[in-house]
């Protein structure tokens, strides 16, 4: 029997907003379809709130804080073979002409081609003749795409939402007055027109995702490709781009497999973003290499077991320090804060550009937030939060402290030490040892150059932020 061909959709800065996850606001006609003819997974989760580190476990099967690359940015000076490299030793075509922010450079013979367009060779039916993994990432929702021209002269994505919105009914576009505001953000003009940017890029990715689905459909490959869409990581607004919360790891995968998956399934199954590369190699019917550390999702070398626990985590964020950790079980979101005196909102050149950041900065200073909206601008954190993920899906109720809960508690941090103790964390080592021992590249003074001070009504703590481990250690909260 052939080995299927695999098509992977990775969507940028996504997380699970669209109609077939529940999002009325929401128009994603041709990713609904794609769920109705296969399986919608409502607990993936990214190993890392944000791009570079958690791709690097979609290629390499390994968490970053296990592998060195969990600082954002960084870059791995040796990395691992590749998912993509095993493919193509067992017989594979790989295609991969986009987006290869790993935290480190990908070898030459991670993939047969890098640039152009694979899709007219797909609906024409012109790819090698060999079992293939095309992969293709869609950049319009990323973070920036929420972005305003007037922002600094920065119009970062914006430009493609703004160039291809005609691929979205006028009738479909979104009305910043209808937009759902979850509770940890203010309810502004602002924060309501970034989340309609947001929603109007998203359709924008549908339309595209819909290009490439349709080329597949009529191709003579479509009844033996599995079509994969995945996020990398959550929305690119306070709270979820870059936190450890549901709004940051939550993404959304849908998997179509003719005559393998149940069209129209639902999956309540734990996935990790650590998971892919097994589940690749399963599919192809490859030997999975023993350095990975998910597992398999389907295929033969899925085990029978489903996985109690996903381990999610960030550290430093650009030119912003921080090390936290997530275990998550089937109901209960477990977070601990190793620098419980840092805040929350320390300073990040690249998010400062989004409105809902001014708004929050500016209302926050004029004693206009509180609740949920009030703690993210809070001088420290707490060492520990635990969240029902169930009951309470923005996260917004901490029940740590609750004696109720001792036991929960008492079992999320177990899973997670010992989860720690098998993989290691790469993270308790500071910054500048890692650099010492050669396993990254010295990029501190490329993000220390990005440190500038907040106009003093919206300080947070001693100063701005901390760009490493020996700062963060001497911080002090006056």
Same mark, same amino acid.
């Given at each position: 029997m052939l080995a299927p061909n695999i098509l992977l959709l990775i969507a940028e800065d996504t997380g699970t907003h669209h109609g077939c996850y529940g999002e009325p606001y929401a128009y994603t006609p041709r990713i609904d379809a794609l769920a109705e003819a296969g399986c919608r997974f409502e607990r993936m989760y990214s190993t890392y709130p944000v791009c570079a580190p958690s791709r690097s476990s979609f290629v390499t099967g390994q968490y970053p804080w296990s592998l060195g690359t969990h600082q954002m940015r960084s870059t791995l000076l040796n990395p691992p073979p590749l998912v993509t490299q095993t493919l193509r030793e067992a017989g594979y075509f790989v295609s991969w002409p986009s987006k290869t922010d790993f935290n480190f450079d990908p070898p030459p013979a991670f993939a047969d081609e890098t640039k152009g367009d694979w899709i007219d060779a797909l609906r024409e039916g012109r790819l090698p003749q060999k079992p293939f993994l095309l992969?293709?990432?869609?950049?319009?929702?990323?973070?920036?795409?929420?972005?305003?021209?007037?922002?600094?002269?920065?119009?970062?994505?914006?430009?493609?939402?703004?160039?291809?919105?005609?691929?979205?009914?006028?009738?479909?576009?979104? +009305?910043?007055?209808?937009?759902? !505001?979850?509770?940890? =953000?203010?309810?502004? /003009?602002?924060?309501?027109?970034? &989340?309609?940017r947001y929603f109007?890029?998203?359709?924008?990715? +549908?339309?595209?995702?819909?290009? !490439?689905?349709?080329? =597949?459909?009529?191709? /003579?490959?479509?009844?033996?490709? &599995?079509?994969?869409?995945?996020?990398?990581?959550?929305?690119?607004?306070?709270?979820?781009?870059?936190?450890?919360?549901?709004?940051?790891?939550?993404?959304?995968?849908?998997?179509?497999?003719?005559g393998q998956i149940q069209p129209g399934s639902v999956s309540q199954e734990l996935v990790s973003g650590v998971d892919l590369a097994p589940t690749l190699l399963s599919i192809a019917g490859v030997e999975i290499p023993k350095t990975y550390q998910g597992q398999a999702l389907l295929g033969p070398a899925k085990p029978s077991n489903p996985r109690k626990y996903v381990f999610a985590g960030r550290?430093?964020?650009?030119?912003?320090?921080?090390?936290?950790?997530?275990?998550?079980?089937?109901?209960?979101?477990?977070?601990?804060?190793?620098y419980p005196q840092l805040p929350y909102a320390q300073r990040n050149t690249y998010m400062e550009h989004q409105l809902t950041t001014r708004a929050m900065?500016?209302?926050?200073?004029?004693?206009?937030?509180?609740?949920?909206?009030?703690?993210?601008?809070?001088?420290?954190?707490?060492?520990?939060?635990?969240?029902?993920?169930?009951?309470?899906?923005?996260?917004?109720?901490?029940?740590?402290?609750?004696?109720?809960?001792?036991?929960?508690l008492k079992e999320l941090r177990w899973a997670l030490d010992e989860h720690i103790a098998a993989v290691g964390d790469l993270g308790a080592v500071s910054e500048r040892d890692l650099i010492a021992r050669g396993l990254v590249e010295d990029r501190m003074d490329e993000y220390r150059k990005r440190i500038q001070p907040l106009p003093e009504r919206y300080r947070v703590g001693r100063v701005d932020c901390v760009l490493e481990q020996y700062e963060a250690d001497a911080w002090e909260n006056r």
């Open positions: 992969m293709t990432n869609f950049f319009v929702t990323h973070e920036s795409t929420m972005w305003t021209s007037e922002l600094d002269g920065r119009p970062g994505i914006l430009k493609d939402r703004e160039r291809f919105l005609n691929l979205v009914p006028e009738s479909e576009r979104h +009305d910043p007055d209808r937009a759902p !505001v979850p509770p940890y =953000l203010p309810d502004v /003009p602002d924060v309501r027109g970034d &989340i309609s109007d890029a998203l359709s924008i990715q +549908d339309a595209q995702v819909g290009k !490439v689905l349709d080329a =597949l459909d009529a191709s /003579p490959y479509r009844d033996h490709t &599995i079509v994969i869409y995945v996020g990398d990581h959550g929305r690119g607004l306070v709270r979820e781009k870059r936190w450890c919360y549901a709004g940051g790891l939550n993404v959304p995968l849908i998997i179509r497999w003719p550290d430093r964020m650009d030119e912003t320090f921080d090390r936290v950790r997530v275990c998550r079980n089937d109901r209960f979101h477990y977070i601990r804060n190793y900065r500016e209302l926050y200073a004029g004693g206009q937030l509180s609740g949920s909206q009030a703690l993210w601008m809070s001088r420290s954190k707490p060492p520990e939060e635990l969240y029902d993920a169930l009951t309470d899906k923005h996260m917004i109720h901490n029940l740590a402290d609750r004696k109720e809960y001792a036991e929960v």
